[in-house]
């Protein structure tokens, strides 16, 4: 073979294609094992992508305004002249109860939430029927009325023109919320949402001395936060309220998301690492009957350098191939669990190229890189015993793969997995839970190795 056609790259890689095609069928468990793995890691990592945009693209509208005041009584008075100075202020009142059906039955617990007429300030409250909130808790045939959530609505067995007890008042069901753009996300631990009027409040009495109502002040301002909020805590130097800006949420939501997500996508990878096993195996099969054709190869002249080269286009391309489909599959899940939710992350992601590049095309590269990270790692050792076969096994009718892989092999080996492993925690939302994860993994699989040798000496 002439050593300026071996050493070509356009002929090596054909020459990889056609050697490859002839026995695909035996790496069925290569490509499923990746391709299931990559799949996983792609779909998590991208709905990641996606709800986070999505939450953070409105945190204002989440928190209620640009600055948040809660405490537990009223503000003064002066201190409410000074925010409508410096732009506008909504009161929202919180408390929990439980509520009953008009017959007593089913005791549900439940947040009543009494609105002033500049709620919302941010984003878009829909309410069924869609009728303006005052509209809708105003007092009609000496009755309240009171909008409650759908789920709550269930719950009871009632719906709109049905009645409601909440504290001593029987109130009238006129309408339930289809969207509240402050809705928390903590799960409702309070309970489900009820909207009623500030005169409706009276007639429950259910605000008494002692009652535990919290007073959520949301302030929408033009001015720069952070002087805002110097210039506020100037003018009030001791007041005790509890400030939050939605810079400040937007960080918490990140923090909660980022440590969420990087929970999943450790799982992912674990699944994906445990493939890699079955990757080992199916790598280690295909190389056993392919020993021949490397002694063979090896015989007839072809250098060690393009032998090497042909067979980690191999599994480059492999690993390409089970990246590239894995990842596929994986935003197409993302993309179909998006559509099911509806509107659920529709609070404005980022739009434009920017927005797709990482959201989709970002997942998809880096599920092809760690593809191909994947199927180096878990192949490099057993093809490194394959090359260093001694090729005179022809003579004695048989070629076996050397029982350990050269020492620069494993070198190259350790510094694949160095890197995969670098490329994982730096991929993760937050690479210290990453690092812990992968401590306590490594001092386990040091205490089982221990053991296991504690038992074999034994």
Known sequence: MPPERSTNPLWMLRFAITDLRSRISALKIFLACLILGVTLVAATASLYRVIEQSLLADTRA??????????????????????????????VREFDTIVSG???????????????????????????????????TAQ???????????????????????????????FRISGLIQKQPDRSLNANWRGLPIMISEQAVEATGLIRPGSRVDYEYRVQTEQNLDTWLEEFEQAFPDARWEITTFAERSERISERLDQIATALILIAFTTLFIGGLGVANSIHAYLDEKLGTIATL???????????????????????LAGLVGGGIGLGLSALAISLAGDAFALAGPDGAGGWFSLWLVPLLLSWLFGVLTAYVFALPALARALAAAPAGLFRGQVEAAPNEPRSWRIASYLLLAVYIGATLFWLPSPHLGFLFLLAVTLLWGLLEGLIKGLRRG
Do not use: C
């Not at 989440?62 to 009161?91: F, Y």
């Open 298 to 320: 090896q015989t007839l002249g072809l250098r060690r350098k393009p032998l090497v080269g042909i067979y980690l286009l191999q599994i480059g391309v492999l690993g390409s």
């Open 102 to 136: 008009s017959g007593g039955d089913g005791f549900f617990r439940a947040e009543i939430l009494v609105l002033d007429a500049l709620y919302p300030l941010y984003g878009e409250l829909e309410l069924t029927p869609d009728e303006p909130l005052g509209v809708l």
């Open 140 to 170: 009609k045939e000496g009755q309240w009325g009171a909008i409650i959530d759908p789920l709550l609505a269930e719950r009871l067995g009632q719906s709109v023109g049905d009645q409601i007890e909440i504290g001593a008042a029987t």
């Open 62 to 91: 989440l928190l209620g305004g640009d600055v948040e005041l809660d405490t537990s009584e009223p503000l003064p008075d002066e201190a409410l002249e000074w925010i409508r100075a410096t732009g506008n202020i909504s009161l």
